[in-house]
């Protein structure tokens, strides 16, 4: 009885062998039970109690067809041990090789047909554990009855449970070699429980009948498209009367006719896989399979990106693999060992976030990451993923002291298995999903972001421009004429990489200020000017464009996740014409070929006047990709109004067809002056430039 007592011990790598039915004989264990009836070729038969501890057997000359036994709800179910779980072996040597791109079809909690009978078969990889039971309402959560089984000894666990079906909660209890017992939420898990129970769901996420058919045909990889996202915390942008989350369902709702109003193509949503700590903003990731249940379930989800869709906006989610919380139900010491994190905490530990690192060395761990990102553009058609933190993933002292980190084996900083870990990722989602977008989200130095010889993203945030032009508009006016290179610099490296200019969450949190607080003026009228020139220099400058939620409504306290934006600024007049100014210049960017087209070389950008330090003024064309269009754009940033100002005419173009836009007009909040009368003499063209203005115009070649 050497198997019953590995059972009982729950030390058993393979309960199946033992328990169930084997040559006429029927092995049942049931602790705390004196006897056992069970139903065997549909007549009801008593157990014999071999053991006290709870082991009955029954045995008969005639064949067992088929028996069931009863369940703490007093249920008759067909026994578990009666069928053989399914794990194919060639799912377990693709993820052995860290090349499973569809390990969430396999590993988690599935529905399934065997021997006729439907249910539901549990599935877990934890290579180093004794023993891992499932438990759950379907087993009045004891960790003896539903011992699962190390399939081919691999490290993967399965278990299949007959007669139930979606929306079981459920956990595993995982018995480590150093017998201590650990209860985790299940990694591969679609759906969860709302913060603090955490228990998995087993959930459908393969029947959604989408409606995104054009949406999905026609999307295609294009640099040479706009590309206008607006940033969206979910819980933050508007709440309910009642409580903190709105349904997706509802946001779709919300959401996509301000999108389309605004003039924004993309929404870009702070990631909304799993965590357990609403201040984090989704950071934290607890479930990297689950999108959490705050705001519903996955199918509400996925009728929210199907609605986008028809509505032919993009939908982009920001996506974090480079760390994860501590939090004991999650993946930390999951199996009793590093199993996830990297055993050495100068590699394994994040001081900064007070976060584990995965350990992108280990093969199925760079598996289980790369089948996420994967997940979400397969089950959820989702368009682009933002990788956060590149930079953390790509160098071993980030945010670490000498004597913090260890060299590589090239005596160098640089994280080699996770570069590697980065090139598969994108090589995996360009292979299997060629029209889907990967952003990084990357502020070194490093060469080769968006090259496909290097890291192969297809774009990455330009966070040297952002840091610069923000510190530029920080600058009081008579000082700015000394900082005119933090703008002017930025084109000595535009063309390096394919870039997105971010104006993201992240500049208006931790006293950072909004962006209309950034502006240091005291006179309302030049916050909103400068606040105007700022978005329309973002718009004219080469590279796509993000925008975080509330900078279009000029607030002026920064962003608080746990209130939502303060609306109530568009019933004041200025707020409200800064508004439509951001809905003119945002459609306005979108139909302007010359402002989209060629933002990767300097094809489509022509300096004419970066030298004017004295005035504060820069003045530059953009080009389309056949030339058919080009766009003249000066900005003053100064205070002055610039009468008869001298620009000399740049070869590019001829002459000035017509005024695009002017951000000083009256209906924007402006002083409205006169700037109608342009004059073309010689080489040189006089206007007038009003104070802290920038001004668009349409020119002919």
Not at 310 to 330: E, M, R, S, T, Y
Not at 337 to 366: A, C, M, S
Not at 427 to 452: C, Q, R, W, Y
Not at 608 to 613: A, G, I, K, M, R
Request: charged share 25%; glycine share 4%; aromatic share 16%.
């Amino acid at each position: 009885m050497e198997d019953f007592e590995l059972i009982y011990n729950h030390e058993h790598f393979c309960p199946h062998l033992f328990l169930g039915l084997h040559e006429n004989r029927i092995r049942v264990f049931n602790p705390g039970f004196d006897e056992l009836v069970l139903i065997v070729n549909g007549k009801k038969v008593k157990a014999t109690l071999i053991d006290k501890r709870g082991l009955f057997e029954f045995s008969q000359k005639e064949g067992i067809k088929n028996y069931q036994i009863p369940y703490p709800d007093k249920v008759f179910r067909c026994d578990p041990y009666f069928f053989d779980p399914v794990i194919e072996k060639k799912d377990i040597e693709k993820f052995k090789k860290g090349i499973h791109y569809k390990l969430y079809d396999v590993l988690g909690a599935h529905k399934k047909k065997i021997k006729n009978v439907s249910g539901i078969q549990f599935s877990l990889w934890a290579p180093n554990a004794k023993s891992v039971s499932v438990v759950g309402d379907f087993n009045n959560w004891d960790k003896t009855i539903h011992q699962m089984k190390n399939v081919d000894e691999s490290g993967i666990w399965a278990i299949f449970i007959s007669e139930i079906g979606f929306n079981e909660l459920y956990k595993f209890e995982i018995f480590t070699k150093d017998n201590n017992l650990r209860i985790k939420t299940d990694p591969f898990a679609f759906y969860t429980e709302l913060r603090p129970h955490n228990s998995a769901i087993v959930f459908d996420v393969d029947n959604f009948s989408w409606n995104d058919e054009k949406w999905m045909s026609k999307r295609k990889k294009d640099f040479n498209k706009p590309v206008n996202i607006y940033e969206v915390h979910l819980q933050s942008w508007k709440m309910p009367k009642e409580g903190y989350f709105l349904n997706y369902k509802k946001l779709a709702h919300m959401l996509m006719p301000y999108l389309k109003e605004m003039g924004y193509n993309y929404i870009e949503i702070l990631p909304i896989m799993e965590h357990p700590l609403d201040d984090s903003w989704g950071y934290q990731v607890s479930n990297f399979f689950a999108i959490t249940s705050r705001y519903g379930n996955p199918k509400d989800f996925q009728y929210f990106v199907d609605y986008m869709h028809q509505n032919d906006i993009g939908v982009i989610l920001d996506w974090v693999p480079a760390h994860f919380p501590v939090d004991d139900f999650a993946l930390h010491r999951f199996d009793g060992t590093y199993l996830f994190e990297h055993n050495d905490p100068k590699r394994g530990f994040h001081p900064q976030w007070n976060t584990f690192i995965f350990e992108f060395g280990n093969k199925q761990v760079e598996n289980f990451l790369i089948a996420s990102a994967l997940f979400y553009l397969d089950k959820y058609h989702i368009d682009a993923l933002r990788v956060d933190a590149v930079s953390s993933l790509l160098y071993l002292d980030f945010a670490r002291k000498k004597g913090e980190w260890t060299p590589n084996k090239f005596g160098g900083n640089e994280n080699l298995e996770a570069i590697e870990f980065i090139k598969h990722l994108n090589k995996a989602v360009k292979d299997n999903f060629t029209n889907v977008l990967m952003i990084a989200e990357e502020a070194s130095p490093f060469k080769g972001v968006t090259d496909k010889n290097g890291l192969n993203f297809d774009y990455k945030w330009n966070m040297g421009w952002m840091t610069d032009t923000l510190k530029y508009f920080q600058t009081k006016s008579e000082f700015r004429k000394k900082r005119q290179g933090l703008l002017t610099f930025s084109l000595m490296y535009a063309f390096d990489e394919k870039f997105i200019l971010p104006f993201s969450h992240d500049e208006v949190v931790h006293e950072k200020n909004s962006f209309f607080g950034k502006m240091p003026f005291d006179n309302q009228d030049d916050k909103f000017s400068n606040l105007k020139l700022l978005y329309s220099y973002m718009m004219c400058h080469p590279g796509k464009k993000l925008n975080f939620m509330g900078i279009e409504l000029a607030t002026k306290k920064e962003w608080d996740n746990f209130c939502e934006l303060d609306w109530d600024l568009l019933k004041n007049e200025k707020n409200k014409k800064f508004n439509n100014f951001v809905k003119d210049i945002n459609h306005l960017y979108l139909n302007s070929p010359a402002l989209y087209q060629d933002d990767l070389s300097f094809s489509g950008f022509s300096w004419v006047d970066f030298e004017d330090e004295k005035n504060s003024v820069i003045s530059f064309i953009r080009i389309s990709k056949t030339q058919k269009f080009q766009y003249f754009c000066i900005f003053n940033f100064s205070k002055n109004i610039l009468n008869n100002y001298s620009i000399k005419k740049n070869e590019k173009f001829e002459k000035i067809k017509k005024l695009i836009l002017n951000t000083d007009e009256k209906k924007y909040g402006g002083k409205g002056l006169n700037i109608d009368k342009i004059e073309i003499k010689d080489k040189n063209i006089i206007l007038t430039i009003p104070s802290y203005t920038a001004l668009i115009f349409e020119v002919e070649k």
